[in-house]
């Protein structure tokens, strides 16, 4: 049974070669890396298949969500949807950095937790944003081809902003941990920053959608960051270097 004990350390041979926040970042990467690879994709699929069933079949009429100071003074930024679609590639940064299976396998607990949570308020409450606010995009091709896909429907919370909060905050964790640079969580921080003022700025969502996609995140996010099964720290390739990682 792999060890549960945080003060446990794992033998040299699965350790990086070098001792460095570099080094462990490349070898969790690598770790399980298919397995992160095949199980993010089905999560993804799971959630799509959901999310677009109470999309086209809302149990009740969706309302309105109601547009804000911000949302009526924020300009439509088309420049906007990559980032907004970066989503899809950022929330395989959080799993693809876990260590021990345990450990992943808590994470996808908690992003399932996240996720089924998110549909069940679609459920229990359907919501829409304004179509008029969207025209101003609606006619740009990219746009149509994506309003076409991902129509006005359940908008609040937006869970592309929580997917995206919950992420930045298991990333964060770990590049402290692993000792990285500021500058790198500051990097990773300012990606799930641009994320979620995307959502506003393509016209998928509004503010108070985004606001609370970002409650949910962190909602879940932070016991997430105390529940962690398995959690080990790696040996040092070398006694007399420092700790690679600090768990």
């Known amino acids: 049974m792999p060890p549960s004990d945080p003060s446990i350390v794992l033998p040299r041979s699965v350790a990086p070669a070098a001792s460095s926040w570099r080094a462990e970042l490349w070898f969790r990467a690598r770790r399980h890396f298919l397995l992160k690879f095949v199980g993010t994709t089905a999560y993804v699929w799971l959630f799509f298949i959901g999310y677009f069933h109470l999309l086209r079949h809302p149990s009740q009429p969706p309302v309105d969500m109601p547009l804000t100071a911000f949302d009526l003074w924020l300009p439509a930024q088309p420049a906007m949807l990559l ?15 876990e260590l021990r299976l345990r450990e992943l396998l808590a994470y996808g607990l908690w992003v399932g937790a996240l996720c089924l949570t998110g549909l069940t308020l679609f459920w229990l409450w359907p919501n829409q944003v304004p179509a008029a606010w969207r025209a101003e995009v609606a006619a740009l091709p990219v746009f149509s081809l994506l309003h076409g896909v991902d129509a006005a429907g359940n908008a609040c919370p937006s869970m592309h902003v929580a997917a995206a909060v ?21 990097v990773n921080a300012g990606w799930c920053l641009a994320i979620a003022y995307s959502t506003v700025a393509v016209r998928q969502h509004v503010l108070v959608d985004a606001l609370s996609g970002a409650a949910l995140g962190a909602l879940f996010a932070w016991p997430s960051l105390v529940w962690r099964p398995g959690a080990v720290r790696l040996a040092p390739a070398d006694a007399a270097a420092p700790q690679v990682a600090r768990y």
């Open 166 to 186: 919950f992420t930045a905050m298991r990333v964060h964790d770990t590049l402290r941990r692993c000792g990285a640079p500021a500058l790198l969580r500051w």
């Open 83 to 97: 980032p907004y679609l970066s989503l899809w590639f950022y929330i395989g940064v959080g799993p693809g950095l």
